[in-house]
């Protein structure tokens, strides 16, 4: 029997589905046995339930081609056959709550893409560079699901990635006030410009609900596990306005910040290139080696030059510079659906994994 962590991909077949199911192609750790979506793909092989909406640059593995979809809400049948599961459903908020605590609750740990838990008071948001000990509130969690191994762990909005782990890095200066403007790639909607035909040579100035995530996510993560819940930190103060942009894939960020202190450029270059978090020390499978990389380039980071730095797993910064109203600006750059989705939902699992929450069966 494989020594790999059987998984399940909740919403196998969706955008972010599809990115885990790639980047779980020869993973060191875990391996996909079992593939979930709606009644819709349910009883169809993969293939045969993909048709022709695979949307990755690299083929469909051949491991999964035969796997027979089987339905998301049927889940004693998904969770009874792996140990944990990955979910990227797309469904109203409400039902997802419900259908991922019903997986915990089968004693099947949950690594969430999706925002429905994500302020959940026990449910930790993670990005392991800069909070991996927000995990531990994961027994607080299993206390009141009742249950001895099923948890929920999700990880925070693809808009933030661009911008959030910058002001982590800079935390010693004390950023107060930050501006941000995000310019976010359709395949954060799912979609490509096949099924997105209007969004060629176009800029739409709204994305639902995602100026509040950039607003407030940040400080969920930034804050600390106090007993049973996480308590979100009060500062920096951000304001965010979220614009969808004619690119596949990759989420640019341009960032006003006001700092309590005065770094210099050295200071503030400096603290991001030496960042390095919980992942690169434990030397996770997915984990850049180089989680920021600065680029002196007047016109980097450059989302065709860029976005793949680290496999998508990095994040690149440039044009730091004085600001005249606020102290510095700079641009921001990750890949949406690495990084910000299946990627980060993958590195949080290797975190859970290394740290003891997730297990076999
Ligand atoms: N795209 C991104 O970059 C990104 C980033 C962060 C978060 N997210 C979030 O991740 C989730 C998935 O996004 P996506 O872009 O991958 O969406 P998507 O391409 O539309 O895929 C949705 C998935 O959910 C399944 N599904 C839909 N309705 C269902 C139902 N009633 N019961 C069971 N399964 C159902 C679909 O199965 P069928 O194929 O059978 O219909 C499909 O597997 C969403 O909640 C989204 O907000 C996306």
Redesign the pocket.
Known sequence: MSEKLNVAIL???????QRFISLLENHPWFEVTVIA??P??AGKTYEE?IGGRWKMDTPMPEAVKKIVVRD??DVENVAKDVDFCFS????SKEEIKKIEEAYAKTETPVVS???AHRWTPDVPMIVPEINPEHAEIIEAQKKRLGTTRGFIAVKP??SIQSYAPALWAWKEFEPTEVVVSTYQAI????KTFKDWPEMEHNIIPFISGEEEKSEKEPLRVFGHVDGDHIEPATSPKITAQCIRVPILNGHTATVFVKFAKNPTKEQLIDALVNYSGEPQKLGLPSAPKQFIQYLTEDNRPQVQLDVDFENGFGVSIGRLREDSIYDWKFVGLSH??VR??AGGGVLCAELLKAKGYITKK
């Open positions: 919403g196998g077949t969706g955008m972010v589905g979506a709606s819709r793909s339930a998301v809400s990227a459903v797309d469904m893409n999706n925002s909005n693809c395949s954060g909607a799912g949406n659906t910000g989705a």
